[in-house]
């Protein structure tokens, strides 16, 4: 784990794509959250696809990591949409309760590059 | 399977099943006093026993080489001899739950089973007759034999039982996952027509087994229609408004077709939040809409 | 009264820290495997371990998790203990219910409760909760 850039942060023309492949847990969240805002404030970007089809779990607190970023990014002007979520994972998130509404989602990387392309999609839908 | 564990089998169920039959220490001991006798009389019984056994087809077949025949003849006086042995613990039940799995698994009827220990009874109580001349002794002793031959039926039924839940388990199991059949109609459309009662467990393999084919065929609706559910109550709308927020976090979108009029007027009474999804009453509607979300439309064709 | 399920295994792991929580959940998840549950089961499990190693951690200053495989004769499950020295759940009823005592502790309790086949908290006021839960695999 590099300091500072733990999780990888690539661009495709003026979109985000970020990777999360292990576990967010606290510092590392934070860290992760704060790698976001920090890139988009410096770079500018019109969109941020975070894939975590690399994680199997994600319980309540990565879960609101996750839709926190997504709303703050999207705030700073950079559509957010989280991709590649397992269904397990999905399934395992309802059942207690979060359906993390309010943040876009697409099936995977390259559903979530489309659904920014095209300039709309399912939100809290 | 461990029957143990199964039959529940501790101190407290062993002392209970024992009270029940009323077998006591003394029939124990009485019991153990009878060995000699019952090791004088049972290789006889049993040569009697297997030769009825031989002469049904259906228990014949069971013993078709004299190597398998001697085998089971000599497991049967260890059986048989076991019931004065003198003792009733848990290691006692423990063997015996052993040689009944071992039935259960080659086969044997319970049939067969009580038939085998109900001659063995009444053979070894012509036997008994002879061998103690006071009535009360004879009287006594063959009550013990009785309370221990009962002891070990139960024991044995049980393991049936035991066995065949477990196995309708085992079914039931595969009876769910044949009625969640989700179809792909088009390219990212997958149907799932949902028929019969949707209790809690049923919704969470409904939503696995939707969640599961999502991601395989890269969907991007999914038509859940309910005109085959009977009831839609609050439970009912709940699961399916889980189903729809999972499906939604795989970046899909859910169609409720076949609402009926007395559904709808449900759903709206319970006051269901049915904003995160499409709704339509027909499945042909449904089925229109989820094509116009993946940018497809039907049209007439022309003559 | 039926006896208790028959334990496989047993082991205590620490919770003092984050990589606790981490190390809890791995373990959680190994268990799973090992015991052949289905994805789902196991994310299940492993979620809610997660949430109760977390708990105790944040809200409970700490403690540890007691990780077993058992069986009932018929299945294999696990069954996990988490057990805090904090300040205790004063209104357990309200906290099963996602209210919140803390910030996150109502809803990772009964979202943890969804997950699972049985919870059950055993609270020691004025200090310590445990929070037991048992999930089987199943077919």
Not at chain 2, 84 to 108: K, M, P, Q, S
Not at chain 2, 209 to 233: C, F, K, W
Request: hydrophobic share 45%.
């Amino acid at each position: 784990m590099r300091s500072g850039n733990p999780i990888p942060i690539l661009r495709i023309k003026d979109t985000l794509l970020v990777t999360v492949e292990v576990d967010l847990h606290d510092r590392l969240a934070e860290a992760f959250q704060a790698d976001m805002l920090a890139t988009i404030e410096r770079q500018g970007a019109a969109g941020l696809v975070i894939d975590i089809s690399g994680l199997d779990i994600v319980d309540s607190y990565v879960a609101r990591v996750l839709a926190e970023t997504a709303r703050m990014t999207s705030l700073m002007g950079a559509e957010t949409v989280i991709v590649g979520m397992r269904p397990e994972v999905a399934a395992t998130l309802v059942r207690m309760g979060y359906t993390m509404s309010g943040v876009r989602t697409a099936l995977d990387v390259d559903a979530g590059l489309g659904l920014l392309s095209r300039g709309h999609g399912s939100s809290s839908a | 399977m461990d029957f143990m564990v199964a039959l529940k089998l501790d101190e407290r169920e062993l002392s209970i099943r024992r009270a029940f039959v009323g077998l006591h220490d003394e029939d124990l001991q009485r019991l153990a006093s009878l060995r000699p006798i019952a090791e004088k009389h049972t290789s006889e019984v049993i040569e009697d026993f297997y030769r009825v056994l031989l002469s049904q087809e259906e228990t014949r077949a069971m013993f078709p080489d004299p190597a398998t025949l001697e085998r089971a003849k000599r497991a049967q006086y260890e059986y048989f001899m076991g019931l004065f042995a003198g003792r009733c613990d848990l290691d006692y039940a423990a063997d015996r739950l052993r040689v009944g799995t071992t039935h259960e698994r080659i086969g044997l009827a319970p049939k067969w089973y009580i038939g085998a220990y109900t001659r063995y009874l009444w053979f070894l109580h012509h036997r008994l007759h002879d061998e103690i001349p006071s009535p009360e002794e004879r009287e006594a002793a063959f009550e013990s034999v009785h309370k221990m031959v009962t002891f070990d039926m139960t024991l044995a039924i049980d393991t049936y039982i035991a066995a065949y839940l477990d196995s309708l388990d085992r079914h039931r199991a595969a009876i769910r996952e044949l009625s969640t059949p989700v179809i792909a109609v088009h390219e990212g459309v997958l149907l799932l027509p949902l028929v019969g009662a949707l209790d809690a467990k049923r919704s969470e393999r409904v939503m696995e087994a939707v969640l599961l084919r999502v991601v395989e065929e890269q969907a991007r609706v999914v038509i859940l229609d309910i005109a085959g559910v009977p009831v839609v109550d609050t439970g009912v709308a709940d699961h399916l408004l889980k189903t729809t927020a999972a499906v939604r976090l795989l970046g899909a979108q859910t169609v409720l077709t076949g609402i009926s009029a007395s559904v709808a007027r449900t759903m709206v009474q319970l006051g269901v939040d049915v904003s995160t999804m499409h709704t339509k009453s027909r499945l042909a509607d449904g089925i229109q809409l989820a094509l116009s979300i993946v940018g497809k439309t039907i049209q007439e064709v022309a003559g | 009264m039926q006896p208790a399920p028959r334990t496989l295994s047993v082991e205590r792991l620490p919770i003092r820290d984050e990589r606790d929580v981490v190390v809890v959940r791995s373990r959680v998840r190994e268990l799973a495997e090992t015991l052949g549950f289905d994805p789902f089961a196991a994310a299940a499990v492993t979620t809610a371990a997660s949430e109760l190693a977390r708990n105790a951690w944040c809200h409970g200053h700490g403690g540890h998790a007691v990780l077993e495989q058992i069986s009932d004769g018929t299945r294999k499950g696990i069954r996990a203990a988490f057990c805090d020295q904090g300040p205790g759940i004063a209104d357990m009823r309200h906290a099963l219910e996602g209210g919140s005592t803390g910030q996150s502790l109502g809803l990772g309790l009964s979202g943890s409760r969804r997950l699972v086949d049985d919870l059950a908290i055993e609270t020691a006021r004025p200090r310590g909760t445990a929070v037991t839960i048992v999930k089987w695999a199943r077919y």
